[in-house]
């Protein structure tokens, strides 16, 4: 299959955090079974505050061990080595499997034959173990009781513990810690697993196939449940931070500190956000529909938006005809060497955000966007501020689908298409008009397209690299000056508007399908039927795409057009 969106026109079903409609859910309903919006892998730092400094990490010393005289570089390396005895020792005793992963290997795959088949299974089911670059203190005696405490640079490779742990919320979880002080730890949640297990609670109606839900009756106390996800209360962190409290301290820290050592020195551990993935699922009503509409969708925007990132695995040929959530169940379930059907992964990165669209199994679409480090993000990385961080995150989802559908779905009416290339006037200054045929506003018009689907918006500066890169423009200098210049004209005709107090834009979604229409008009369809006097050769049809062999029948159609208008004479 390939990756993309969809035709549809039916109820449309959300199960997310805020309910509300996209631009393409509405315009393509009739081939949609559902739609739902759901949080998924979320990654969490756990940080002991005391041990972030030297000074904290000496305090923290006199705390555990009532005096610094014996902090010596040696005795914090045997926190490591105790570490390891212990942890072999109950694994041994609880007959948990202790493995080794070297280098690249994917350890949830790993761990994957280990999951337990028991729905009421609680605790450590695997614990894996591999090397990995952490922050380790190096301390220095001197003189008569003198010291020295810092951090190594570079970071040395020591081993990290994964603790696999099934939590009767959160269902399979995993903590990864470092068993040197001050024991810094990270983990991973999913968000599919834990509406799973409350709508199961509930005894909702749904069905769930890998990590997507296939079928579901109730949409509207489907997205409480997702809804409980996201604390409200004034809680640190909410259901967040429950779970982690919940295994940190008992399964995995307890191996370096026992709970005397911990009370003694008021361990305690906070949390921030790391990562986090909030998708889009759109649920079709055939599979093969989702395939042929992909491959449109694809064909249509990839060039407008200057997606680099596209790679295909193939499995079958054809997608098995769905016979409902009563018939035989579709086999959703796919790996990166043997897919079940074709698979293909569309991605847009922006630096530390990731926009990708990808299927799931036989006829789930999924859009997602993914924050590879929350600082980015600019509204705080404490638990606290994980709502914040979602609510950003489907932001940067909306604008994308909106863009997406902007350049799939172009309009432009017969009055815009006379006024564009005549004067016009923004905030009662007189503004020139957009002449599509210089190539410098064609240039400025493709670099807004892709720069549309940018978060937050770009500067006159991008606008002007961008313009650049045209091959086009190389030979002609193109400022930021001039691109501020383009930009007024830009926003005279209603295609972009200014972010308020700032120096950024943004598209709007009428003006960008106008934009996008005038620019396929002109290069996708007046372009290629009047060369050549509407005579161009073409490779044979069994290697042309679906728009290029309408070109050949209408080009063929037109022949005889221009012959009884005299223009191929």
């Known amino acids: 299959m390939r990756l993309m969106i969809v035709d549809c026109r039916l109820p449309i079903y959300h199960v997310c955090i805020m309910n509300n409609y996209d631009s393409v859910s509405e315009y393509y309903a009739e081939i949609l079974e559902g739609q739902y919006d759901c949080v998924d892998r ?47 020792a109950y694994a041994k005793k609880q007959n948990i499997p202790l493995l080794e992963c070297g280098r690249g290997e994917r350890k949830h795959e790993v761990a994957e034959p280990y999951v337990p088949t028991d729905p009421d299974y609680r605790g450590v089911f695997c614990i894996l173990y591999g090397r990995a670059p952490a922050p380790v203190f190096e301390v220095q005696r001197y003189g008569q009781g003198g010291i020295n405490i810092r951090t190594k640079e570079p970071w ?6 994964h603790f696999h742990i099934m939590d009767p919320e959160w269902g399979h979880i995993i903590i990864r810690l470092s068993p040197h002080p001050p024991f810094g730890a990270m983990i991973v949640l999913n968000g599919h697993e834990y509406v799973e297990r409350l709508a199961r609670k509930r005894k909702l109606d749904f069905t769930k196939e890998g990590n997507c839900f296939t079928h579901f009756s109730n949409a509207t106390d489907l997205a409480g449940v997702a809804e409980t996800m996201i604390p409200t209360d004034g809680r640190d962190g909410g259901r967040l931070a429950e779970v982690c409290e919940r295994w940190i301290y008992s399964s995995c820290l307890c191996f370096a500190l026992d709970r005397q050592e911990q009370e003694r020195c008021a361990f305690h551990y906070r949390y921030s956000v790391y990562q986090a993935e909030y998708s889009r699922n759109y649920l079709f009503m055939r ?23 596209l790679k295909t695995i193939f499995g079958v040929k054809n997608r098995p005809y769905f016979k409902g959530p009563h018939g035989r169940p579709p086999r959703i379930e796919l790996s990166v060497e043997r897919p079940a059907y074709d698979l293909t992964v569309f991605k847009v990165h922006f630096g530390l955000l990731t926009v990708k669209m990808y299927s799931k199994g036989e006829r789930v679409l999924r859009i997602e966007t993914v924050i590879h480090n929350a600082r980015r993000m600019k509204c705080g990385v404490g638990i606290d501020k994980f709502p914040a961080i979602v609510a950003e995150l489907k932001g940067v989802l909306d604008r994308f689908v909106e863009s997406l559908q902007c350049v799939n779905a172009s309009f432009i009416d017969a009055a815009a298409l006379e006024q564009w290339p005549k004067r016009s006037a923004l905030a009662g200054t007189p503004v020139a008009g957009v002449d599509i045929n210089q190539p410098r506003m064609q ?15 770009f500067k006159a500066s991008e606008l002007a690299e961008r313009v650049r890169e045209v091959p086009e423009m190389r030979a002609h200098p193109y400022t930021s000056r001039q691109a501020s210049y383009d930009l007024r004209k830009l926003r005279a005709k209603g295609v972009l508007k200014r972010i308020p107090n700032s120096l950024r834009y943004e598209a709007e979604p009428t003006g960008l399908r106008a934009a996008v229409a005038l620019l396929t008009l002109r290069n996708e369809v007046l372009i290629p039927l009047l060369a050549n006097r509407g005579q161009r050769k073409r490779c044979g049809r069994c290697h042309m795409s679906e728009t290029e062999q309408r070109y050949a029948n209408i080009q063929k159609e037109l022949q005889h057009v221009f012959k009884t208008l005299g223009i191929a004479a």
């Not at 923290?60 to 045997?78: S, Y």
């Not at 040395?156 to 513990?161: A, E, S, T």
């Not at 720069?451 to 918006?457: F, H, M, R, S, T």
């Open 443 to 457: 240039a400025v018009l493709q670099a807004v397209v892709v720069l549309a689907i940018k978060p937050n918006g």
């Open 156 to 161: 040395p490779f020591v081993n990290y513990y």
């Open 287 to 309: 599979g093969r529909q989702m395939e042929k509409l992909f491959d449109k969708l694809i064909d249509r925007t990839r060039t407008a938006l200057d997606i680099r990132s």
């Open 42 to 88: 979320i990654v969490l730092r756990a940080y002991y505050l005391l041990g972030q400094t030297p000074g904290g990490f000496r305090t923290w010393w006199r705390q555990v061990h009532g005096t610094d005289e014996n902090l010596t570089e040696t005795a914090v390396m045997r926190y490591a080595g105790r570490f390891a005895r212990r942890l072999r």
